[in-house]
């Protein structure tokens, strides 16, 4: 049995998360993979016992990514404008720097992987967002909502903004590259329709 060589691996990783990033699912094939790697398709399933495992690897990796970056100097006890404005920094900064990775997550959104990418998301981000949550409420900054109002209001405008931005333009297929300034224009709009 050959060793397993860490470089070639992440290699395999990369190259699986752009062509289902760029083609979905349904574009994505264990020879597709080897190809675009360079490689046998034995060597693949050296690091993976086939195909359904090497995705299912990749999301639980990927949640745990995620849920990292987003706590990066995140604090639940902080104020509502304080700490929205740290989640939207670290969600903007995630994505804009990776790409290739934001398409992916968009994939795995409609994909029999969703489940298990947000299960280990949630691991490791569930309880400091939810502490946040019942914080600034009980503190009266923000009135009670249900959950998904709230992430509607809070966070889908620039998951818009980061989605035109990556497709390269924005409605009607106008050129759109975004920048700090729209990103925090748009942030103040989400923090005045959301405070008491």
Same mark, same amino acid.
Request: hydrophobic share 40%; net charge neutral.
């Given at each position: 049995?050959?060793?397993?060589d %860490?470089?070639?691996?992440?290699l +395999?990783?990369? /190259?699986? %998360?752009?062509?289902?990033?760029?083609?979905g699912?349904?574009?994505f094939? *264990?020879n597709?993979?080897?190809?675009?790697?360079?490689?046998?398709?034995a060597?693949? !399933?050296? #690091?993976?016992?086939?195909k359904h495992?090497?995705l299912?690897q990749?999301?639980?990796? &990927?949640? &745990?990514?995620?849920?990292?970056? =987003?706590l &990066?100097? $995140?604090?639940?006890?902080?104020s509502?404008?304080?700490?929205?404005?740290?989640q939207?920094?670290?969600? !903007?900064? !995630?994505m804009i720097d990776?790409p290739?990775?934001?398409?992916?997550?968009?994939q795995?959104?409609?994909?029999?992987?969703?489940?298990? @990418?947000l299960?280990? @998301? /949630?691991?490791?981000?569930?309880?400091?967002f939810? /502490? $946040?949550?019942e914080?600034? +409420?009980?503190r009266?900054?923000? =009135?009670?909502?249900?959950?998904?109002? !709230?992430w509607? *209001?809070?966070?889908?405008?620039l #998951?818009?903004? *980061?989605k @035109?931005?990556?497709?390269?333009?924005?409605i009607?297929?106008?050129?759109?590259?975004?920048?700090?300034?729209m990103?925090?224009?748009? $942030?103040?709009?989400?923090? /005045?329709?959301?405070?008491?």
């Amino acid at each position: 049995m050959r060793a397993r060589d %860490i470089d070639k691996e992440n290699l +395999v990783k990369q /190259k699986a %998360i752009e062509i289902i990033g760029k083609g979905g699912f349904e574009s994505f094939s *264990v020879n597709k993979l080897a190809k675009a790697c360079g490689i046998s398709v034995a060597t693949i !399933y050296i #690091y993976y016992k086939d195909k359904h495992d090497l995705l299912s690897q990749l999301a639980t990796e &990927h949640g &745990h990514l995620m849920g990292q970056s =987003m706590l &990066h100097n $995140f604090d639940p006890e902080t104020s509502f404008e304080v700490g929205l404005r740290q989640q939207w920094e670290n969600r !903007y900064r !995630y994505m804009i720097d990776n790409p290739t990775i934001s398409l992916f997550y968009e994939q795995l959104r409609t994909s029999p992987y969703q489940e298990q @990418f947000l299960a280990t @998301f /949630k691991a490791d981000a569930y309880e400091p967002f939810t /502490k $946040f949550s019942e914080n600034i +409420v009980a503190r009266g900054e923000i =009135m009670a909502m249900p959950l998904e109002v !709230y992430w509607s *209001v809070a966070f889908a405008p620039l #998951y818009a903004l *980061v989605k @035109f931005n990556n497709e390269g333009e924005s409605i009607g297929g106008k050129p759109f590259k975004m920048n700090d300034k729209m990103l925090w224009q748009a $942030f103040d709009l989400v923090v /005045k329709g959301l405070k008491k």
